[in-house]
C-alpha cells in the first residue's frame, strides 16, 4: 500500500519519473513531497538542501541539485537588495554557498566593520534572532487557523443555514491561502501549517495539514468540522513549544486534555456546559448538545490518525 500511495502522490505532484517513488524510502518521499509543496523560493530552497543532506542518492536527488543550482544564485542576488531580504536569506540558507557574503553585506547596511570578533557575535545573534522570529510566527499561525475555524464552527448562525447565506467571515475562512473547493456542493479548505520545535542537536519540524469541510445537504449546512492528523497534539507543541510523541498514551492524553480545556472555554456561549452538556462515548473527548445542535470532538485512535472537531445537527442515539 506504501507503494501505491507514493506512486500516486509522484503523479501528483508531477515532474518525477512514474516509477521512481517505488523505491524510495518513506523519509526520502515526505522530505521530497515537502520541498515540493513550498510557496515561498527561500523555503524551497532551504528544504531542497536539507533533501540533499538526508538523501545525497535520494530517489529525486538530481532533480532537487538542478533546481538548488540553478535557482540558489538567482535568490541570493535578488536578496541583496535590502536589509530584510539579505536577512531572509539568513534565515533559509544559514549555511548556504552564499552565507558569508550575506553576512558581510548585512552587517555593512548597519555599520562599518569593526574588529572581526565583534561582527561575528553579531552576525550570529542576528541569524539567531531571524530564525527564532520566524519559527515563532509559524507557531502561532497553528493556533490562530485552529481558533478561527473553532469561532466559524461555532456561530450559531452557520449550521442550519442555507450556503447561500453563509456570513462573509465563514466564507473568509473558507477562501483561506489555498481554498481546494468553493461554491460547490461541499466547500472545504485544506491547508499546510508548518512549523518548528527547539531541540537537540537540531529543530524538529511538524506538519499539520487542517481540514475545514461543511456537509451541505439540499442547500443546507448540516455540520462542519475541523480535522487534522494529530490535531490536537500538534495544537498542544505549537502553544506550548514542547515536542510529543503522539504514539505514547500519555502525551495524548496531555494533549486531548489541554485541547478540551481551550474547547470548553471557546464552547460556553454557544454550548453552554449547564444546558448542553452530555455523556461522552467511545473515543468522545467532549459533547454538548442542545438548541437542535451538538459540538463533539473526537480523539483518533492512533498516532497519524484525524482528530476531529465538529458541529452538526442534533442526532437522537
Known sequence: ??????????????GCAALRPMWASSADLDDYKAYRVADDAGVRLARAYAYLERHPGGAWAAEVRATVEEEEPAYFVRCQATRPKMLEYLTNLPRGPHAEQALSLLVAFDRGLEDAESDRMLREARIT???????????RRVGERILGGLAVLLDGSLVGARVSDLSPVTRRYFEGPAPSTWGGRTPELEEDLYFLLPARPERLSR?????AELTVEEGVVTAARLRGDDLLVKWYESTRIVALDPDKPGDRTEAFSAGVDVLKGAAE???????????????ELMLRRCKGRELRVVASERAGQDDVIEVRLAKSR
Do not use: I, N, W, Y
Request: with cysteine; glycine share 4%.
Open 1 to 14: 500500500m506504501r507503494r501505491v500511495a507514493a506512486a500516486l502522490l509522484c503523479l501528483a505532484l508531477g
Open 129 to 139: 534572532e531571524a530564525t527564532l522570529e520566524k519559527a515563532s510566527v509559524a507557531r
Open 207 to 211: 506538519l499539520l495539514t487542517l481540514r
Open 269 to 283: 456561549a454557544a454550548f453552554p456546559a449547564a444546558a448542553c452538556d452530555a455523556p461522552t462515548e467511545g473515543r
